[in-house]
Each structure stands twice: as structure tokens, then as C-alpha cells.
């Protein structure tokens, strides 16, 4: 996020990169160095000490460097298993160095319509609201409209409508199909493909190419709606309408959901442990990216069949 904030701010002028820098940026600060930092994205911090034996945490990095130090996180976004920032890790540190903490609890937001209802009814339908709480039925709420479309090509129909009459929406999906390098004349691969429908995933490079915007771009610049974005694109951005498309990582199997790791194609994710839990997370991320509407797709009948059927989400 930090590269597409420059991006915007200054045309990412020596004061922007000033501005936005990463959590490692502040390993060497002096203590109350700075009068605050925001540090959005908070449960992306990472875990345990770096090669340096002298380095300390990084939130404990972070909370050294500002006389007041500000994390933005949502636990329900870690989806790697090195990412471990939660409040819990916060508070602890903060304590540890003598410092007192104060939460906020951020419910509302700009996604979603500004709606917590469909937040929650996320949270449910994904088994991640705490309580145990099957899913329920959708229930329309205020302006936000979510949708189960058909099939993909249905799915991006919708959205390039809503393209055209200048709303901004972006389809993502589940790390669920081999992702290449451009082919050498700079054309992107159609790696994501469902029956005769297929799109490239996101370039991966750090430049334009071919048209395709550089992955850290893919969300805001207006050339990424012809490529599928994948979690690490997506996460910490929003635009309009979000399609969402479910690979065969997490299906409906009629009595719950069943996770599958052998159909993920990231490596230290499949590999988790707590692959169940991260795989949640992501389509939670997924489906809650849109402003002012959501569309859902599953390579799964059974699935897609039990999200129009019933919870009774309107099928396009």
C-alpha cells in the first residue's frame, strides 16, 4: 500500500518516501524519534527477531520510535503464518516497555457500504465470528449489493458494466492456479482458468507491462481490471465492486466448509498448520475489498448452490 500512497502523494516525492516507509524502516530510530507513527496494516507485523541478533521485535521497534505510536490491524487480515500482529502482541509490548495502551474498536469503515451487518454476515458465513454461529441467510443492507454469479464470464459482465458507468471493480481470487512470469515478449500468462473462461493473475513485476499495471498498482491503476488479483494485491485496498471467485481450496461440502491445501498454490501458506484459519481469512479480505457491492463465485456447484439456495444471495 505504502508504494501506491506515494504513487498519489507528491508523485512519489522524497518527502512521500519519507511519509510511507515499511515497519523494518524503523529498526535504527532513536527512541521518541518521531512525534507519531501510523501503522496501518498492523496484523501484517512479523514474528520473532531478523538476522540481526541486535534487532529488536518489530513492534517493539515501532512503539520505541514515536511518542505516540498508532496501530491499525484487523486480525481477521493475517493471512501468512508469519504475520502476527494482533492486540493481544501489542498490548504485551507496550506493557513490557511501561507504556500504556488504548483500543478503539473500528467497526465501521468506508467498505461494505459502511455496513457491519455485511461484515458480520462475512464473518458467519466464513466461521470466524468467535461464537460458532452457522451461516445466515443475506438480508439486503442499505445500498451494498451482493450477488452469486453463474460463472466467471457472468461474473466479469457485471463488473465491466459498472466499469463503464465509471465505478471502479476489480475481480480476485483464491491462490488456486499456477501463476508464471510474462512470456518474453511481455504478455501475460492466462494462468486462472475456469472452463473455457481464463485471465492472468496480476503482473508480478514492479513495472507497467503490456499494458498491466505493476502488482502494486493492480487495485487502483485503471488498467487492472484484465487480470485476476490474488490476496496480496488485494489486501489494504478497495475500489467499487469486488469479485470474488472461490477456488477449490475452501468448498461447502453440505455440513460446513472443508479446506483443502493440496489446491493452493502458495507455498508457505499450504504448508501452515493453521492453513484452515489463513484460507478464511483470505476470502474474508476477499469479499469485503467493495465499497458498494459484492459478486461471489465458486468453482464449486455445491458451493455456489448453497450461497444462492440457501442463504438466498440473488444470482446473477
Known sequence: MHITLRNKADNNSRRARQIYQYFNNFAGAAPNDLDAVIADEAHRLRSGRRSNAQESPQVEELIRAARVPVFLLDEHQRVRPSEVGSVELITKA????????????????????????????????????????????????????????????????YLQARLDEGYSSRIAAGYCWPWHDPRPDGTLVPDVVIDDWHRPWNANTDKA????????????????????????????????YAGVIFGPDLVWNGNGWETNPSANMDRSVKSAPEFDLLVRHTYRVLATRGLRGAVLYSTDPETNRFLAKELGVPVL
Request: with cysteine; aromatic share 10%.
Open 209 to 240: 507491462i503490456k499494458g498491466a499495471p505493476p502488482s502494486s498498482l493492480w487495485a487502483t491503476d485503471d488498467g487492472g481490471f484484465d487480470q485476476v488479483g490474488c490476496i496480496y494485491t488485494a489486501q489494504g485496498f478497495e475500489y467499487d
Open 94 to 157: 507496550a506493557e513490557a516497555m511501561g507504556i500504556g495502551v488504548h483500543t478503539i474498536d473500528l467497526r465501521h469503515q468506508f467498505r461494505c457500504g459502511g455496513s457491519p451487518e455485511f461484515l458480520s454476515w462475512t464473518e458467519r458465513l466464513l466461521g470466524l465470528d468467535g461464537d460458532g454461529n452457522p451461516p445466515e441467510p443475506w438480508r439486503p443492507q442499505g445500498d451494498f449489493e451482493l450477488h452469486v454469479a453463474s460463472s466467471p464470464s457472468v461474473m466479469e459482465e
